[in-house]
């Protein structure tokens, strides 16, 4: 059997990366990223020397105790998985097949502590989103402006004495990114480097006061017939 069959044969899988792990106390977000990059891990289809492919659907099964405190923490902890996720696929050149979605779940079945990862590989469209990761937060960027500030008026909202009310801004117009300093007092940087406006990667560090921004450009799942799913942006639930 060739590559591409065996790579065939992981599209149509359902769901039997499944193993179970218990965890003497309650359910941490630390310890399910652990067990995502094995499930990644020990789930690669091999299409082509350049092309390693692994699952991008996620089911994290817990327990009903475990799954009200982890629902909980909402947009926090799924944002959280999401770039754990991507940073692993992009530290060992992994692709995925389509967009990245996760599905939080309770199994009366199972006692607090224990986890339990389903995933499979779904083909699909990939939209490519800008966001921008500051203190563990994420914010998904509009087209056109998006300014970064102290103020409310501010669309990233930062709490750093070092930031002026509006800061800077980053410009996205649909498929490149510049950020700009908006006269601030204390100056923008962009990977270590002052600046006025410069374009921006994705990866690309921003530096205001003490506060560290990544923008990135991140896989969100396109929409489909998979009603079981969740796809980024809408979070866990």
């Not at 990114?177 to 410069?198: E, F, Y």
Request: charged share 25%.
């Amino acid at each position: 059997m060739g590559i591409l069959d065996n790579f065939e044969r992981g599209l149509e899988r359902v769901f039997n990366g499944a193993f179970a792990k218990t965890f003497k106390s309650g359910l941490q977000p630390v310890e399910i990223v652990a067990v995502l990059k094995r499930e990644m891990d020990t789930n690669t289809s091999i299409v082509s020397r350049e092309r390693i492919l692994v699952p991008n659907r996620f089911h994290i099964i817990v327990s009903p105790t475990d799954y009200d405190r982890l629902a909980g923490m909402g947009d926090s902890l799924r944002d959280t998985l999401m770039h754990e996720i991507e940073a692993h696929a992009v530290k060992h050149r992994y692709q995925f097949p389509g967009g990245l979605s996760i599905k939080l779940l309770h199994d009366e079945a199972l006692s607090e502590g224990q986890l339990r990862v389903d995933s499979r590989a779904v083909e699909g469209k990939v939209n490519w989103t800008p966001v921008v990761d500051v203190n563990g937060q994420r914010f998904h960027l509009q087209h056109g402006s998006n300014v970064i500030g102290r103020g409310s008026e501010a669309q990233i909202t930062i709490d750093d004495g070092g930031a002026s009310r509006r800061h800077a801004e980053i410009i996205w117009d649909g498929q490149r990114a510049g950020i700009r300093d908006l006269g601030s007092t204390n100056g923008t940087k962009c990977n270590g480097r002052r600046v006025a406006q410069a374009s921006l990667e994705s990866d690309s560090l921003i530096e205001i006061g003490r506060t560290q921004l990544t923008f990135r450009v991140v896989p969100e799942a396109a929409p489909s017939d998979d009603t079981g799913y969740l796809q980024r942006p809408g979070g866990l639930r």
